[in-house]
């Protein structure tokens, strides 16, 4: 069965943009007789906004959409709310690490920052130098039993990584230009990567339809689902949703236009 999912952050009105994508899964479920899932992404929790999640579905609601499972009325893979998962994705994290697909990472804000500030003053691309690659397990336990903050990086193999877009078609990536991104943070947190591709596995999320946005993401989801031996779903990622002058709709340049909201 078709499955898909719009999963929005509760972090200020409700978009346009995303109230496109919203339709767009709406109605492939609707065409395939799918599921179409409401899921809350808020592991972001220093950009919350009180009372968006609330604008957001009555905006959605006023557009004429309705969900199959969803934080407000349930369905066989609750919670739909991330905040509501962390014990699910550390246990995922723990797995990850122990396919050898993530590597815990002690280093301090500071040497992360200091890091950046070199590879930038020398016009290198700022991604993480692998220090905490090759620790030895010996030493892992110590820093553990000694309760020192860690996070939790993907580790990206060597090689490409090609995928096959539904709307952009074949894509390949060479993986040294791919960051060992943070997939768990130090307070226990999921960062983007981890919960969604953890998420939509679990909830068995058939076709994955977003915005462009998240292409380069795209590589990096694919190597996490590859670490954990799953299977992938069907990628779709949409244009951006355009102004009158062709240019990308933006809260910058297009004031109130761009929110839901402004219509109701």
């Known amino acids: 069965m078709v499955r898909v999912r719009f999963a929005p952050s509760p972090t200020g009105e409700l978009h346009l943009g995303s109230a496109r994508t919203a339709l767009y899964n709406y109605l492939f479920a609707k065409k395939n007789d799918g599921k179409f899932i409401m899921r809350l992404e808020d592991t972001d929790q220093e950009r919350l906004v009180e009372g968006s999640l609330k604008r957001m579905l009555e905006g959605l609601a006023w557009l004429g959409l309705t969900w199959d499972e969803g934080p407000d009325i349930g369905g066989p893979y609750v919670p739909y709310i991330q ?36 590879q930038e003053a020398e016009k290198q691309i700022t991604k993480y130098d692998r220090a905490c ?110 102004n009158e002058k062709k240019t990308k709709l933006s809260k910058r340049k297009d004031g109130e236009a761009v929110w839901v909201q402004t219509y109701q």
């Open 83 to 118: 905040s509501e998962r962390l014990p699910i994705y550390k246990k995922q994290a723990d797995e990850l690490i122990n396919r050898g697909g993530a590597y815990y990472c002690f280093c301090s804000a500071q040497r992360l920052e200091v890091l950046r500030r070199v």
């Open 133 to 242: 690659l090759n620790l030895k397990p010996e030493e892992i336990k110590a820093k553990l039993e000694a309760k020192l903050p860690y996070i939790v990086r993907l580790k990206i193999p060597a090689g490409q990584t090609i995928f096959n877009d539904l709307i952009r078609g074949q894509i390949k990536v060479d993986n040294t230009s791919l960051d060992d991104s943070v997939l768990l943070k130090s307070d226990g947190f999921p960062t983007y990567h981890l919960a969604n591709v953890v998420d939509d596995h679990l909830m068995e999320i058939t076709h994955v339809i977003r915005g462009e946005e998240w292409l380069p993401s795209t590589p990096k989801h694919l190597l996490i689902y590859q670490g954990f031996g799953w299977s992938t779903p069907e990628f779709a990622h949409l244009p951006n949703v355009l």
